[in-house]
């Protein structure tokens, strides 16, 4: 099991290995990313250095993990950090998480990842399986958010999802679907419904909002 700390993102990181560190491991899955591989990101901290670690993102903890020495690191400072460039996203902090950044103008969009930790479940009638939160286990067997960077024992799985943000000035909002989208934007929700339902938009679909969301810009 490799080791697991809580460091402050130093204001400048040296001579990290290079290499990749798999979902899948010798000792175990690894689902709780958003990525398959850490690989090496870049880091613009609001100072004006630049960094290059080994990063993945862990949608369980909802915080940025990255890699030295073969351990395990959340970034604990992200206030400090501007923008993250990991694998093909760009991500920002919003609190103690980051979204991703997925279209800048008069609105922005961001795309929350999340993940729900559940047991595979047990069997029940006609072939299927009941799966329960993961609220039991984590009182049964003491996780601390650190150890969600460990892999995770085989029977329990990660039920992914996106929570999508619009920023308007200073205000975000969140939706999931067409009807919570249309609901923030009243006076352009003909149109918007419109362009939906011409261009067959899906809301399950981050290529489909992105082009939804520049759509809107443009009204």
Same mark, same amino acid.
């Given at each position: ?159 992914? %999802? *996106? ?6 000035? @200073?205000?975000?909002?969140? $939706?999931? =679907?067409?009807?919570?989208?249309? !609901? #923030?934007?009243?006076?352009? %929700? *003909? ?6 339902? @011409?261009?067959?938009?899906? $809301?399950? =679909?981050?290529?489909?909002?992105? !082009? #939804? ?7």
């Amino acid at each position: 099991m490799k080791y697991i700390a809580k460091v402050v993102f130093p204001a400048i990181i040296a001579g990290i290995p290079a290499g990749v560190f798999c979902q899948t491991t010798s000792t175990g899955a690894m689902p709780q990313y958003l990525y398959t591989e850490f690989k090496t990101s870049r880091v613009l901290m609001k100072a004006g250095q630049t960094q290059t670690p080994e990063m993945n993102y862990n949608i369980v903890t909802e915080k940025m993990v990255f890699v030295r020495d073969k351990k395990y690191y959340d970034l604990t400072n992200p206030e400090m950090v501007d923008t993250i460039y990991l694998q093909d996203g760009k991500f920002v902090p919003v609190g103690k998480a980051c979204y991703e950044f997925l279209v800048k103008g008069k609105n922005d969009l961001f795309a929350e990842h999340k993940g729900d930790l559940l047991t595979a479940g047990k069997p029940v009638g006609y072939g299927g399986t009941s799966q329960v939160s993961s609220s039991n286990y984590i009182s049964s067997v003491q996780l601390s958010g650190m150890q969600y960077n460990l892999p995770l024992p085989p029977d329990f799985l990660i039920k992914q %999802s *996106v929570i999508y943000w619009i920023r308007t000035g @200073e205000e975000m909002s969140s $939706f999931i =679907n067409e009807k919570q989208f249309l !609901k #923030l934007f009243p006076a352009e %929700s *003909v149109k918007l419904k419109s362009f939906i339902k @011409e261009n067959r938009i899906r $809301f399950d =679909n981050p290529e489909h909002l992105v !082009k #939804l969301v520049k759509y809107l810009n443009s009204l």
